[in-house]
């Protein structure tokens, strides 16, 4: 870690850190304007700088929007008072830009150039030719939502609910199977059994007794889950199925439609982690950072409530994955999708991944079968640059990690 590095403050946040996550050097100077500079997003990279590294200083410069007069006086102040100092020109607006190209004819300065998306990078050093090459970077789904101002809560599935396990993997793709042999059923059974199992709590031990008059064809869902050994002690009768759940993760599957979607689409990237370098599952977004631990969990009770109301409703969001600092927000639908899963989708990915985000929504069924006005849906997909992978029950685990992996902003 050393020396001075100048940064042309930019509205994508990721545009700011290249240096820092590079080179972790002493001393950082942001120089931008007042309508960009904005104190929630200074904050925001001030909390993201503490956590990849806590040592170096970050100075702030505010510079007039529409006054080259200004904008040459402060990065001549700049170039004489840090004659070695590093000029990164990724962010930054037009006015500054030019100011640089006046003080760079009279000043030999070093400048630099790090593509957020590709790791590429440029040098331009006085008296050089230009070289380039590519950096390995990479930022966490944490750290990536803290640089966008927001906070991943407690109750993040990562965090709250799943532990993945080699046997917890191996599980999901086994309870995977059954569901794509089921297809549409899967959905059907899940939501009676999750009825039943309200109804008919179980007993200390977790052992549940259900009457098989409220569980119809649900029974048969239960005989297969048996039959992979995802439940316990599973005995039946004319009236009545009796059993454990092998644990509370197969609970959690078995007994919310969409989750064993969303577990296969974690658990198919988690398989190439030199693409996918972080990745969360249930993520659960503070998207001002600021809330208490009793406000996360009021705000968490609140959300699982809304949830419920329909069946569009996204889950805050349902899959993120990091490609170096890159993220992809992924929206999954096991059953179907209207026109608010892809606005949702695109607030989201908007505020927390900016223009090098990609954004897919992973769906179970053919989009014809499960979208009102499948054409238009597709095409409104394709117009917000939304990925649409579906038909996921007929697709092999390859041919779904190749789908992930061409994923594009």
Same mark, same amino acid.
């Given at each position: 870690?050393?020396?001075?590095?100048?940064?042309?403050?930019?509205?994508?946040?990721?545009?700011?850190?290249?240096?820092?996550?590079?080179?972790?050097?002493?001393?950082?100077?942001?120089?931008?304007?007042?309508?960009?500079?904005?104190?929630?997003?200074?904050?925001?990279?001030?909390?993201?700088?503490?956590?990849?590294?806590?040592?170096?200083?970050?100075?702030?410069?505010?510079?007039?929007?529409?006054?080259?007069?200004?904008?040459?006086? %402060?990065? =001549?102040?700049?170039? &004489? #008072?840090?004659?070695?100092?590093?000029? !990164?020109?990724?962010?930054?607006?037009?006015? $500054? /830009?030019?100011?640089?190209?006046?003080?760079?004819?009279?000043?030999?300065?070093?400048?630099?150039?790090?593509?957020?998306?590709?790791?590429?990078?440029?040098?331009?050093?006085?008296?050089? %030719?230009? =070289?380039?090459?590519? &950096? #390995?970077?990479?930022?966490?789904?944490? !750290?990536?939502?803290?640089?966008?101002?927001? $906070? /991943?809560?407690?109750?993040?599935?990562?965090?709250?609910?799943?532990?993945?396990?080699?046997?917890?993997?191996?599980?999901?793709?086994?309870?995977?199977?059954?569901?794509?042999?089921?297809?549409?059923?899967?959905?059907?059974?899940?939501?009676?059994?999750?009825?039943?199992?309200?109804?008919?709590?179980?007993?200390?031990?977790?052992?549940?007794?259900?009457?098989?008059?409220?569980?119809?064809?649900?029974?048969?869902?239960?005989?297969?889950?048996?039959?992979?050994?995802?439940?316990?002690?599973?005995?039946?009768?004319?009236?009545?199925?009796?059993?454990?759940?092998?644990?509370?993760?197969?609970?959690?599957?078995?007994?919310?439609?969409?989750?064993?979607?969303?577990?296969?689409?974690?658990?198919?990237?988690?398989?190439?982690?030199?693409?996918?370098?972080?990745?969360?599952?249930?993520?659960?977004?503070?998207?001002?950072?600021?809330?208490?631990?009793?406000?996360?969990?009021?705000?968490?009770?609140?959300?699982?409530?809304?949830?419920?109301?329909?069946?569009?409703?996204?889950?805050?969001?349902?899959?993120?994955?990091?490609?170096?600092?890159?993220?992809?927000?992924?929206?999954?639908?096991?059953?179907?999708?209207?026109?608010?899963?892809?606005?949702?989708?695109?607030?989201?990915?908007?505020?927390?991944?900016?223009?090098?985000?990609?954004?897919?929504?992973?769906?179970?069924?053919?989009?014809?079968?499960?979208?009102?006005?499948?054409?238009?849906?597709?095409?409104?997909?394709?117009?917000?640059?939304?990925?649409?992978?579906?038909?996921?029950?007929?697709?092999?685990?390859?041919?779904?990690?190749?789908?992930?992996?061409?994923?594009?902003?």
């Amino acid at each position: 870690m050393g020396g001075t590095y100048v940064e042309f403050f930019s509205d994508e946040a990721l545009e700011n850190v290249m240096c820092l996550l590079e080179y972790k050097p002493d001393h950082i100077i942001y120089l931008g304007y007042k309508v960009t500079m904005v104190t929630r997003k200074m904050k925001s990279l001030k909390q993201f700088a503490g956590i990849v590294s806590p040592k170096t200083k970050l100075e702030f410069i505010e510079v007039q929007r529409d006054n080259l007069d200004s904008c040459i006086k %402060s990065l =001549s102040e700049i170039a &004489d #008072k840090y004659p070695d100092a590093f000029y !990164e020109l990724t962010g930054g607006g037009e006015m $500054l /830009l030019i100011a640089f190209g006046f003080i760079s004819a009279t000043k030999n300065l070093k400048t630099l150039r790090i593509d957020p998306y590709t790791g590429l990078e440029v040098n331009m050093l006085p008296g050089h %030719s230009p =070289s380039q090459h590519r &950096d #390995k970077m990479k930022i966490s789904v944490k !750290e990536n939502i803290i640089l966008h101002g927001g $906070l /991943l809560t407690r109750q993040t599935g990562s965090y709250s609910t799943w532990s993945f396990t080699t046997e917890f993997k191996e599980d999901i793709r086994i309870i995977w199977d059954i569901a794509r042999r089921l297809e549409h059923k899967w959905n059907r059974y899940c939501s009676i059994i999750e009825d039943v199992v309200k109804a008919n709590p179980c007993d200390e031990t977790g052992y549940y007794v259900l009457p098989k008059s409220s569980l119809g064809e649900a029974v048969a869902l239960l005989g297969k889950l048996n039959g992979q050994g995802m439940l316990r002690d599973f005995t039946q009768d004319n009236k009545r199925v009796r059993f454990r759940f092998k644990n509370s993760s197969i609970k959690h599957i078995v007994t919310k439609t969409g989750n064993i979607l969303e577990l296969h689409v974690y658990e198919v990237a988690s398989r190439a982690p030199e693409i996918f370098t972080d990745q969360i599952i249930g993520a659960m977004i503070d998207w001002n950072g600021d809330k208490t631990e009793t406000e996360k969990a009021d705000f968490a009770s609140a959300y699982e409530k809304y949830m419920h109301s329909s069946y569009d409703t996204i889950n805050e969001i349902d899959v993120v994955l990091m490609r170096s600092t890159a993220p992809i927000f992924i929206s999954c639908k096991s059953g179907k999708a209207g026109s608010n899963a892809l606005h949702e989708l695109e607030t989201v990915t908007r505020r927390f991944g900016g223009k090098y985000a990609s954004k897919a929504l992973a769906m179970a069924l053919p989009l014809e079968s499960s979208a009102n006005g499948s054409s238009f849906f597709r095409e409104r997909a394709k117009e917000m640059h939304i990925w649409v992978i579906d038909n996921i029950y007929h697709l092999t685990d390859e041919e779904l990690l190749n789908k992930l992996i061409k994923l594009q902003p």
